[in-house]
């Protein structure tokens, strides 16, 4: 059984930085592309950004501001998110996909997600 463990999440001001780490188990998830979604209240799931075996992607409102690492010894993708801003306050969610291009449209797995705030 495949499960995605985020953890990290928390109450930052602006300006600050966090960063997110994401346990995979049941498999392994090197030849996989890991990625992040958010979802603000109100507002639709919103791509972060995705890491493949050798390329990453990123949404246009987080771009040069978040980065995606993965560590495949320990099936782990992080998000370090930096000069953090009020609307990047959501509840962020790992998920692994096949593909880079299929995790954009339809993710394998999720993980439960977990909670930044960004307070101004």
């Known amino acids: 059984q495949v499960q995605l463990v985020e953890s990290g999440g928390g109450l930052v001001q602006a300006r600050d930085s966090l960063r997110l780490s994401c346990v995979g188990s049941?498999?392994?998830?090197?030849?996989?592309?890991m990625g992040w979604f958010r979802q603000a209240p109100g507002k639709e799931r919103e791509f972060v950004g995705v890491?493949?075996?050798?390329?990453?992607y990123y949404g246009d409102s987080v771009q040069g501001r978040f980065t995606i690492s993965r560590d495949n010894s320990k099936n782990t993708v992080y998000l370090q998110m930096n000069n953090l801003k009020p609307e990047d306050t959501a509840i962020y969610y790992c998920?692994?996909?096949?593909?880079?291009?299929?995790?954009?449209?339809?993710?394998?797995?999720w993980g439960q997600g977990t909670q930044v705030t960004v307070s101004s």
């Open positions: 998920a692994v996909s096949f593909s880079v291009a299929r995790i954009r449209v339809a993710p394998d797995f």
């Open positions: 049941g498999r392994t998830f090197a030849s996989y592309a």
């Open positions: 890491i493949g075996e050798t390329s990453t």
